[in-house]
């Protein structure tokens, strides 16, 4: 297609689609209902929503309690502007996700981007207020930590960033020693990490970032528990913050309410998002040690910490989340679970011959294609993405990563149905010329 031609026939004159080509890709299907872990067509089709819509529908879609509490809200107030005013649902939030991640302090923005964007701007401001000249900033390769200049500055460099590139400042980078099922290098990769990880932490660090077990967006790439409690280690001995990007991983996806948790870390910073309204309503949030935040208060104006957002703590997304974390903490076993369900299903998948690297953490299992160039632009993955469409499953692959991370409201006969046609399309690939 010639640029500037106009988009072929199917597509709405009129919308802008995300991460998405549409001289290449197919028109998108318009979904006019959503009920429990599925996605209801335009012509009445029902899809198994095998990805929790971009990681954000935890609880399923419509889910009564979470719709009520917004109805309810809405009838009160739904939005004052923050800056000025406070109101009960956003104290009641802060307050409960206070306890829960063992961080004083939370400041609200609008999703996850700006949640990451937040915590960078907090580790910087904080050091600059105390007069230090710590100016690195490490991450770890393969991050994404989003799409807005800070987090594409942090996250790995490629096609999603390239044409911003001369826009984005340095940044040190570790290698992430992402790990799977019967792996029998990954104490050799780790050491190199943190190696890696002393040698950079001998420059003056303000901040590590990280997102704790799982890599999401470059293809579900886990690590140990106890490689990150390495990391955290060495973070505090050089004196430097450590801030988690848990927007994927937080709100029981990996089988326990924050990877932190379950790694056994505890962060300076954390960035939240998807998850936290339940996937109602576009929210994050970043909470920080009181020490931080105390590190801004001061007569000087120059300290104070200049970022806001129109819809700052908006009353129905706190309604939402709190409403999310009522299901979460009243029934734990649910994403508590999830892992065990998944792992008989992988199991039986790991042994195809089109599967390789097979993984499993809380409600998030993953596997490779075998191909011949892995890579986000491999064309297996949309492949498969359509043969699993026709057995009434949606899925998104990253590239030749294959991955489930459905709603906590699965049942078992769906979840059976989702590696049923993983399994057939894995046939239909294997048989393809």
Same mark, same amino acid.
Request: proline residues 7%; contains cysteine.
């Given at each position: 297609?010639?640029?500037?031609? *106009?988009?072929?026939?199917?597509?709405?004159?009129?919308?802008?689609?995300?991460?998405?080509? %549409?001289?290449?890709?197919?028109?998108?299907?318009?979904?006019?209902?959503?009920?429990?872990?599925?996605?209801?067509?335009?012509?009445?089709?029902?899809?198994?929503?095998?990805?929790?819509?971009?990681?954000?529908?935890?609880?399923?879609?419509?889910?009564?309690?979470?719709?009520?509490?917004?109805?309810?809200?809405?009838?009160?107030?739904?939005?004052?502007?923050?800056?000025?005013?406070?109101?009960?649902?956003?104290?009641?939030?802060?307050?409960? =996700?206070?306890?829960?991640?063992?961080?004083?302090?939370?400041?609200?923005?609008?999703?996850?981007?700006?949640? %990451?964007?937040? #915590?960078?701007?907090?580790?910087?401001?904080?050091?600059?207020?105390?007069?230090?000249?710590?100016?690195?900033?490490?991450?770890?390769?393969?991050?994404?930590?989003?799409?807005?200049?800070?987090?594409? #500055? %942090?996250?790995?460099?490629?096609?999603?960033?390239? #044409?911003?590139?001369?826009?984005?400042?340095?940044?040190?980078? %570790?290698?992430?020693?992402?790990?799977?099922?019967?792996?029998?290098?990954?104490?050799?990769?780790? *050491?190199?990490?943190?190696?890696?990880?002393?040698?950079?932490?001998?420059?003056?660090?303000?901040?590590?970032?990280?997102?704790?077990?799982?890599?999401?967006?470059?293809?579900?790439?886990?690590?140990?528990?106890?490689?990150?409690?390495?990391?955290?280690?060495?973070?505090?001995?050089?004196? #430097? =913050?450590?801030?988690?990007?848990?927007?994927?991983?937080?709100?029981?996806?990996?089988?326990?309410?924050?990877?932190?948790?379950?790694?056994?870390?505890?962060?300076?910073?954390?960035? $939240?998002?998807?998850?936290?309204?339940?996937?109602?309503?576009?929210?994050?949030?970043?909470?920080?040690?009181?020490?931080?935040?105390?590190?801004?208060?001061?007569?000087?104006?120059?300290?104070?910490?200049?970022?806001?957002?129109?819809?700052?703590?908006?009353? =129905?997304?706190?309604?939402?989340?709190?409403?999310?974390?009522?299901?979460?903490?009243?029934?734990?076993?649910?994403?508590?679970?999830?892992?065990?369900?998944?792992?008989?299903?992988?199991?039986?998948?790991?042994?195809?011959?089109?599967?390789?690297?097979?993984?499993?953490?809380?409600?998030?299992?993953?596997?490779?294609?075998?191909?011949?160039?892995?890579?986000?632009?491999n064309p297996a993955g949309k492949r498969l993405?359509?043969?699993?469409?026709?057995?009434?499953?949606? $899925?998104?692959?990253?590239?030749?990563?294959?991955?489930? =991370?459905?709603?906590?409201?699965?049942?078992?006969?769906q979840l059976e149905r989702c590696y049923r046609?993983?399994?057939?399309?894995?046939?239909?690939?294997?048989?393809?010329?």
């Amino acid at each position: 297609m010639p640029i500037g031609a *106009a988009a072929p026939s199917g597509w709405h004159p009129h919308l802008w689609h995300p991460t998405t080509q %549409v001289a290449t890709a197919t028109p998108p299907e318009q979904v006019v209902r959503g009920e429990g872990a599925e996605l209801i067509t335009a012509d009445g089709r029902r899809l198994i929503d095998a990805i929790g819509s971009w990681w954000v529908t935890l609880h399923g879609h419509g889910e009564p309690s979470i719709a009520a509490a917004i109805a309810d809200q809405a009838r009160r107030l739904e939005q004052v502007i923050f800056a000025d005013f406070s109101h009960p649902p956003a104290e009641q939030l802060a307050t409960r =996700l206070s306890r829960l991640s063992g961080l004083e302090r939370l400041f609200f923005s609008d999703n996850g981007s700006t949640a %990451v964007e937040v #915590a960078l701007k907090v580790a910087w401001q904080w050091w600059r207020n105390r007069g230090s000249e710590r100016r690195q900033l490490v991450a770890f390769a393969g991050a994404y930590h989003g799409d807005t200049f800070g987090a594409m #500055a %942090v996250g790995e460099r490629s096609l999603f960033s390239d #044409a911003f590139e001369p826009l984005l400042f340095e940044v040190a980078r %570790v290698p992430w020693p992402a790990t799977h099922w019967q792996d029998e290098r990954v104490e050799e990769r780790e *050491a190199e990490a943190l190696a890696v990880l002393e040698r950079l932490l001998e420059t003056p660090t303000a901040a590590v970032i990280l997102e704790p077990l799982v890599q999401g967006a470059s293809g579900m790439r886990m690590v140990r528990e106890s490689f990150l409690r390495q990391v955290e280690r060495r973070v505090r001995q050089a004196g #430097a =913050l450590l801030i988690a990007d848990e927007v994927l991983t937080g709100f029981g996806r990996t089988g326990e309410l924050f990877a932190c948790r379950r790694a056994g870390i505890q962060p300076d910073l954390m960035a $939240l998002s998807k998850g936290l309204t339940g996937g109602f309503l576009p929210m994050g949030v970043t909470l920080a040690r009181e020490a931080l935040f105390q590190g801004f208060v001061d007569p000087d104006p120059t300290r104070t910490l200049y970022h806001g957002h129109s819809f700052t703590a908006n009353p =129905l997304g706190c309604a939402a989340a709190l409403a999310s974390l009522d299901l979460l903490e009243g029934f734990p076993e649910r994403h508590r679970g999830m892992e065990a369900r998944h792992r008989p299903h992988l199991e039986r998948l790991a042994g195809h011959p089109g599967v390789r690297q097979p993984r499993l953490l809380g409600g998030i299992a993953a596997f490779d294609l075998v191909v011949e160039s892995p890579g986000y632009l491999n064309p297996a993955g949309k492949r498969l993405q359509a043969l699993v469409r026709h057995e009434g499953v949606f $899925l998104r692959p990253l590239g030749q990563v294959i991955y489930l =991370l459905p709603p906590l409201c699965i049942d078992d006969n769906q979840l059976e149905r989702c590696y049923r046609a993983i399994g057939l399309a894995l046939d239909a690939l294997g048989e393809a010329p």
